[in-house]
């Protein structure tokens, strides 16, 4: 392999945006994970200026680059606020001088999203909790189901034994307590069911979904922002089914069945999800206009019987999560008053990757 190919490899798959900017402040080259940072194509950047790529934050880049284009000195701007299409991102920026002699020839710039880097960590503190969690109520299940039976068997032998049908509306309400206690331990164990993993279009999966929904909550609309041009994924009908009608409901719940939720699908590239790099994941967003969720609940959502709602059993989310984690994906959860998103990562494998 040729040295000058190796090093375009190398630049290619480096998870930050690499901009090389010349002596006068335009755009030379720009490696693939800045043109997924700034949402902008190589073609289409070359020849910009600092000032033009960046937008409101870009006279601040383009006099950093001029006073290290002047003085041959480096620099580095922590949490920079960079201003991109429909959101605000801090970044890490250094800049470093490349001399041609005495002289700065052009200038490297290399951008490191803060915000991807704390996701990885949230990310993995959250998959070591969720272990933890899950082996508690696995254990925990057990221990309560089997004094259940017991409670449940004695409540039937004595309901046959009372004449008095008065007083079997006490032992009716032994048995359908017992049945819904085991009802809802049967729930925290369902996401150990093996996967029956199929070729299949999450289309189809939301598709059920709004289905569903839309038949539970009659005054409630679903808008459909579907990429058609996604490829198939491996994974279980029923499992992502149930995965996503978890979070649909929850957003249909904090809107009080009245409303517009959005489902939208796209594909996102160059994710790290629990220390593996895809190239490709498809992303699905669940968006509601609610309340959002509380500042003090935003960490804690995903642990069993949290909510905000009064009569929640702070089981549909962890449930959704378990089944997703399985497949290999990640849910994150942005939350403000008037908007909260709930973004699904599945990965794309195979062929379709």
Known sequence: MAQESLY??????LGNAVLLFDRSGRLRYLNPAGEMLLQISARQSLGLSAVELFGPQGEKLALDLAHTIASGAPRVERNLP??????????HCAMTPLFQGEQVEAVVMEIEDV????QLSRDERGLI????????LRGLAHEIKNPLGGLRGAAQLLAAELADPALTEYTDVIIAEADRLSALIDRLLAPDQPLKRVELNIHQVLERVRQILMAEYPKLSVRRDYDPSLPPISGDLNQLIQAFLNIARNAAQALEGVGEITLRTRIQRRVTIRQRHYRQVVRVEVIDPG???PPELIDQIFY????GRVGGTGLGLPIAQTLITRHGGMIECQSQPGRTCFAVYLPLEGSHA
């Open 115 to 118: 915000e991807r880097y704390q």
């Open 129 to 136: 909790q969720q272990n933890i969690v899950h082996q508690l």
């Open 304 to 307: 069993p019987m949290i909510t």
């Open 291 to 293: 309340p959002g969720i």
């Open 8 to 13: 375009q490899r190398i630049l290619e798959h």
């Open 82 to 91: 960079l201003q991109l299409p429909g959101r605000l991102l801090p970044v």
